[in-house]
């Protein structure tokens, strides 16, 4: 099972996969981009915000997603396997980004991906005041940069594809405390 945990900069998905880790390391956590050798080096060029065409930054996203999904997707098809972050934020950051159409993006994703979406998606939602208190806390990469307002059109965005391609979900409210998102998600998982 394939399972996607979204959300915006700051919404603490990545600390709920650490918790769900530590307790069940029969799981595969990996993450997009940079789950694989590749993707390290494509990470480093995407962080940095460098690249002057949005669709040479999509393209390099899709480039990650396909590596990522022959090595680690498929050889672990018989297992539970979490990713922090996957083709959702590839939509949900590209429409942002504006200029992108909604079909042709799924296109694209569903070519990366060889027709597989993931079973099961978990997405973190987290408002202005929590997203200001928290990104005021932390240094920024590039494209955490574009500001407060791109990151929640982004949430909107992730969100309403979810619903569209109807991708089965569970919604956090990413401003409760840890150790009850914790307990939502492990029901959820059932783990
Ligand atoms: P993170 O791994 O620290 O969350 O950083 C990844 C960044 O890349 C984050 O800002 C979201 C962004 N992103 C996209 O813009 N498109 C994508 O397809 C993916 C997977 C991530």
Same mark, same amino acid.
């Given at each position: !099972? =394939?399972?996607?945990?979204?959300? +915006?900069?700051?919404?603490?998905?990545?600390?709920?996969?650490?918790?769900?880790? @530590?307790?069940?390391?029969?799981?595969?956590?990996? /993450? %997009?981009? #940079?789950?694989?050798?590749?993707? *390290?080096?494509?990470?480093?060029?995407? $962080?940095? @915000?460098?690249?002057?065409? /949005?669709?040479?930054? $999509?393209?390099?996203?899709?480039?990650?997603?396909?590596?990522? =999904?022959?090595?680690?997707?498929?050889?672990?098809?018989?297992?539970? *396997?979490?990713?922090?972050?996957?083709?959702?934020?590839? +939509?949900?950051?590209?429409?942002?980004? #504006?200029?992108? @159409?909604?079909? %042709?993006?799924?296109?694209?994703?569903?070519?990366?991906?060889?027709?597989?979406?993931?079973?099961? *998606?978990?997405?973190?939602?987290?408002? !202005?005041?929590? $997203?200001?208190?928290?990104? %005021?806390? /932390?240094?920024? @990469?590039?494209? %955490? $940069?574009?500001?407060?307002?791109?990151?929640?059109?982004?949430?909107?965005?992730? /969100?309403?594809?979810?619903?569209?391609?109807? +991708?089965?979900?569970?919604?956090?409210?990413?401003?409760?405390?840890?150790?009850?998102?914790?307990?939502?998600?492990?029901? =959820?998982?059932? *783990?």
């Amino acid at each position: !099972m =394939y399972i996607l945990f979204e959300g +915006i900069d700051t919404c603490g998905k990545s600390t709920q996969i650490e918790l769900i880790a @530590d307790k069940h390391p029969e799981i595969v956590i990996t /993450k %997009e981009p #940079g789950g694989t050798p590749f993707g *390290v080096k494509a990470r480093e060029i995407l $962080l940095a @915000d460098s690249l002057a065409s /949005k669709r040479a930054e $999509l393209l390099l996203f899709l480039a990650d997603r396909a590596e990522h =999904y022959e090595e680690v997707i498929k050889p672990n098809k018989y297992k539970l *396997v979490i990713s922090d972050r996957g083709f959702l934020s590839g +939509i949900g950051y590209a429409l942002a980004n #504006g200029d992108f @159409d909604f079909n %042709e993006l799924v296109s694209l994703n569903k070519f990366a991906l060889e027709g597989h979406f993931p079973d099961k *998606v978990i997405l973190f939602l987290t408002d !202005m005041k929590t $997203l200001k208190e928290r990104t %005021e806390a /932390k240094s920024l @990469d590039g494209i %955490e $940069l574009r500001g407060l307002e791109y990151l929640l059109k982004v949430q909107e965005h992730i /969100k309403e594809s979810i619903i569209k391609l109807g +991708i089965p979900h569970l919604f956090i409210d990413a401003t409760q405390d840890i150790e009850s998102i914790h307990q939502t998600i492990l029901t =959820y998982l059932k *783990v």
